[in-house]
């Protein structure tokens, strides 16, 4: 079993990773290590994952045309697409990244996955964000997702439309993973957890977006990757048109106070607030409907954020003092 691993470097896609090295993968790992927030970060994820004999990486920008056609002939059995340009509030700054490494990104993936022969399966990172700003909840894949209220909720939304075609046209088994705000030890450092955390212990105050209004259903990054090598050993079926979209969410909201009340708890220290409006691009709540997950890859997520939070703040305390 070999995969190709696109966003290696990257927060979910480093802890892939380790979990399919574990489970006897070769891995090879792809990723521009764009500067969208620290680079050496990245980079001492990727010092972990070189420490594997299975683990192979490269420098490679995904949106280049064709930049994935090196490894054809290399017997990949699984692709498991991870490689973004992420976060929400970016896309208003920087839309052409996004439209580029997500859309033009996720075509040159699906081009190499057409011509790959002897591929399984590819599954590939989609987003809570696709259910856009709406009522009630918990969200499941079958409502319509038509309203994104950001650009990066649209291009998630693209991408999996242009899975859904690709499995139409040239029958590629695919699934789409919707995850939902996913934390957890070598987190994103553009995240509300990681930046309480930096700021709380540092001393300094920490802004709050409408914080009545916000909810968000907080995934530990553990309960999702668990999930992983069931997932490539699970192609959809054609009952589903060989594309499949899951939910992967805690199904368990927390209101952005209880993140902070988390964070306050692990760090040991009380916060210092500055509240602000709702922000252009924000959802005020995510909530997983996690059904069709638990029935076909036995997903049972099981961390809240009281056992999540803590785990993070550990690592941060030694990431931060190497
Ligand atoms: N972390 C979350 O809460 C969350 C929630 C919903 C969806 N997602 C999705 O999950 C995936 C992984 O997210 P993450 O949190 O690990 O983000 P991340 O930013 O840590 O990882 C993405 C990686 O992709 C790489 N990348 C970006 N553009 C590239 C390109 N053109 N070519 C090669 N590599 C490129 C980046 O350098 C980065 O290392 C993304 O698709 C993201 O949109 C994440």
Known sequence: MKVLLTGAAGFIGYHAAKILLAEGYEVIG??????????????????????????????????DEKSLSIFHGQGITHILHLAAQAGVRYSLDNPRSYVRANVAGHLEVLEFARHCEGLQHLAYASSSSVYGEREGGPFAETDIVRSPASLYAATKIGGEMLAESYARLYGIPQTGLRFFTVYGPWGRPDMAYFIFTQKILAGEPIILFAPDEMSRDFTYVDDIVSVFPKILQTPPDNSSGGHAVYNLGNHNPNKLMELVRAVEAACGRKAELIIQAKQKGDVSKTYADITAAQRDFGFNPKTNISEGIPDFVAWYKTYTTI
């Open 30 to 63: 792809v990723d521009n290590l764009n500067d969208y927030y620290d680079v050496g970060l990245k980079q001492a994820r990727l010092a972990e994952l070189e420490k594997f004999e299975s683990f192979d990486f490269h420098f490679i920008d995904l949106a």
